[in-house]
């Protein structure tokens, strides 16, 4: 049973260029969660998903993010026109569908993206 | 807002003693508190849950308690050894049930 994935695993783009970072959940998983996590600062929470639904991307900056997770395939976080302070780990979490929404989540490896 | 915070950024024990590890939080009453491990370069690993009418809660070498009294949680790994060593993170969803807050983390380091 294959955990969450995360591609690609390292990212280097240069000012101005898109970043693109996709997520597969867990097999079952229907809630997607993406998490920043910057040098020396704890994981920040961006935005939550589920399948074609944004349900809360209260931590995602207004502009040049973006998150979707269509009725098929991955969930995928883009990041446009990027700056050198979009230099991050980026994680993506899964959790499965359950009336107690207080689940655990299950990380990926994560993205590291870096901006030249 | 919720805040959390995780008072050690460091803690270095050797290996056989017990590790304690703070957790306080503010603003919010959560029903549930969680803790994860994360090694250098991986994600954060599920580790514990514990619930609001829940005193302590333990999984082999592990315990957490949940004080909501004081709104503070601690996490005990007893025989710790150096593969132990790690950044333990503190997590508890918002009131909206939507996201994580994670703590800043305290990174364990267990010496032999």
């Known amino acids: 049973n294959a955990g969450v994935m995360q591609n690609p695993r390292h990212l280097v783009r240069r000012r101005g260029q898109e970043a693109r970072l996709r997520c597969s959940p867990m097999k079952g998983h229907s809630h997607v969660y993406w998490y920043r996590q910057l040098p020396e600062e704890g994981l920040k929470f961006m935005v939550y998903l589920q399948k074609e639904n944004i349900i809360d991307e209260s931590g995602m900056p207004k502009e040049r993010f973006s998150a979707e997770f269509p009725k098929e395939g991955p969930s995928i976080l883009r990041i446009q026109q990027v700056v050198r302070g979009d230099s991050a780990a980026y994680f993506c979490?899964?959790?499965?569908?359950?009336?107690?929404?207080?689940?655990?989540?299950?990380f990926g490896p994560g993205t590291r993206l870096t901006v030249l | 807002s919720q805040k959390i915070e995780q008072n050690s950024e460091a803690l270095n024990i050797q290996e056989g003693k017990t590790a304690t590890l703070t957790c306080n939080y503010t603003n919010y009453s959560p029903a549930y508190l969680q803790w994860y491990r994360q090694d250098p370069g991986r994600g954060p690993v599920f580790l514990l849950l514990i619930r609001e009418n829940e005193k302590e809660k333990r999984k082999e070498r592990l315990k957490v308690t949940f004080d909501t009294t004081l709104k503070q949680s601690l996490f005990h790994i007893t025989a710790s050894q150096p593969a132990d060593s790690a950044t333990y993170l503190c997590?508890?969803?918002?009131?909206?049930?939507?996201?994580?807050?994670f703590g800043k983390g305290t990174t364990l380091s267990v010496s032999s």
């Open positions: 997590a508890l969803y918002n009131q909206a049930g939507t996201a994580l807050i």
């Open positions: 979490a899964s959790s499965p569908p359950a009336a107690d929404s207080y689940n655990e989540q299950f």
